[in-house]
Nanobody, 123 residues
Framework: QVHLVESGGGLVQAGDSLRLSCAAS????????MGWFRQTPGKEREFVAS????????DYGDSVKGRFTISRDNSKNMMYLQMNSLKSEDTGVYYC????????????????WGQGTRVTVSS
């Protein structure tokens, strides 16, 4: 079992930056690809970013590419999402996720999810 807890969300203005964190626990954490999704009322859950178990491979949704950076520090059991140049459309609840399969992390069918942290970007 992997437990995930997000933090770092808040209210910011367009153009600002935020750094989200996901604290993980579990014996197999270092073996799990991880990712970030976001959810906004009226929209489908949207893929934001993913990262391989060792951080070597990263992927981003088209809407955040060039602005967001995903990273992880396995020694601290942490994953991060650095969000720069925030836009109002980035508003939503951000969830971290983990699964042994990297494809599942991309598609959103992964087994483990956090409770989410809310990001609100005013324009």
């Amino acid at each position: 079992q992997v437990h995930l807890v997000e933090s770092g969300g808040g209210l910011v203005q367009a153009g600002d930056s935020l750094r989200l964190s996901c604290a993980a626990s579990g014996r197999t954490f270092n073996d799990f690809p991880m990712g970030w999704f976001r959810q906004t009322p009226g929209k489908e859950r949207e893929f934001v970013a993913s990262i391989s178990f060792n951080g070597a491979i990263k992927d981003y949704g088209d809407s955040v590419k060039g602005r967001f950076t995903i990273s992880r520090d396995n020694s601290k059991n942490m994953m991060y999402l650095q969000m720069n140049s925030l836009k109002s459309e980035d508003t939503g609840v951000y969830y971290c996720t983990a699964d042994p399969n990297d494809g599942a992390v991309r598609i959103g069918t992964s087994d483990y999810w956090g409770q989410g942290t809310r990001v609100t970007v005013s324009s």
